[in-house]
């Protein structure tokens, strides 16, 4: 049962989203996504070594957004950004206990000092006001009795990531998603209507997409085969060359 008195107290509690669409990190051009969207991708994949919930991630993004739009980072930072905010977002969203996250290359060295981490947390506590207790769409779909299983948190990850789709309200995107599985329980806008045609199309097309990666790497691994297979021949006949030739 939809809990709307809970939807109100959402709607009280909730801070609007700190967007700045003319951000540079927030522009895209022809050939590549925004910086901001490969910023959230990154964040993501890093996320995927903890089982943490999918709040937690939510608050992650919220707080790189508002950090993006309150102070000027370079690109040297952005990863020392999303790891911080995931790490800052872990320990105010999950009850184990939580050190800083840190960063580390191929050889095992660090890629940012302690100094550093200090201060990007100082820097993004001051961006959010100190406040991290964030409404966010997974809220949203639980006062909507939606259970937020793993394919609705899959979709949450995809909205995530996609700054077009996202900077929609929380509470327009729990009702895409909500239309988007084709829940009858409640009368939609077109606004509402167009957002959950949005997140559908670029589904599929990230689906295309991938099918096309997965046809190009069973090509390359055909072609691949033959010439292999050459090799191996061309060195079998040398040894066996080889062989005759000892014995005479």
């Keep these: 049962m939809i809990s709307f008195a809970e939807i109100r ?34 964040t993501v994949a890093q996320s995927s070594q903890f089982k943490h919930s999918i709040k937690t991630l939510e608050l992650a993004v919220l707080i790189i957004d508002t950090y993006l739009n309150y102070f000027n980072i370079t690109v040297e930072y952005l990863q020392l950004l999303g790891i911080s905010a995931y790490s800052i977002a872990s320990k105010f969203n999950e009850t184990e206990i939580m050190s800083q996250i ?60 996609d700054f077009e789709i996202y900077q929609y309200s929380h509470f327009e995107l729990a009702l895409a998603i909500m239309h988007f599985q084709n829940d009858s329980r409640l009368a939609f806008s077109e606004k509402i209507l167009t957002v959950s045609q949005i997140i559908h199309k670029k589904i599929i097309k990230a689906q295309e997409i991938q099918c096309d990666k997965s046809e190009q790497e069973d090509t390359k691994s055909i072609e691949r085969s033959p010439s292999i297979h050459k090799k191996i021949t061309k060195k079998r006949e040398s040894q066996k060359q080889r062989q005759i030739q000892q014995q005479n």
Excluded: H
């Design 9 to 42: 107290d959402l709607f009280t509690r909730q801070k609007p989203k700190t967007l700045n669409k003319l951000n540079p990190y927030y522009q895209y051009d022809s050939s590549s996504t925004c910086r901001r969207d490969i910023l959230i991708q990154w």
């Design 102 to 161: 840190k960063l580390y290359n191929q050889d095992n060295q660090a890629l940012y000092n302690d100094e550093e981490y200090d201060e990007m947390e100082e820097q993004i506590l001051k961006a959010m006001g100190y406040q991290l207790n964030l409404i966010t769409s997974s809220d949203f779909l639980l006062a909507m009795n939606v259970q937020v299983d793993e394919n609705i948190q899959n979709l949450l990850m995809f909205i995530l990531i």
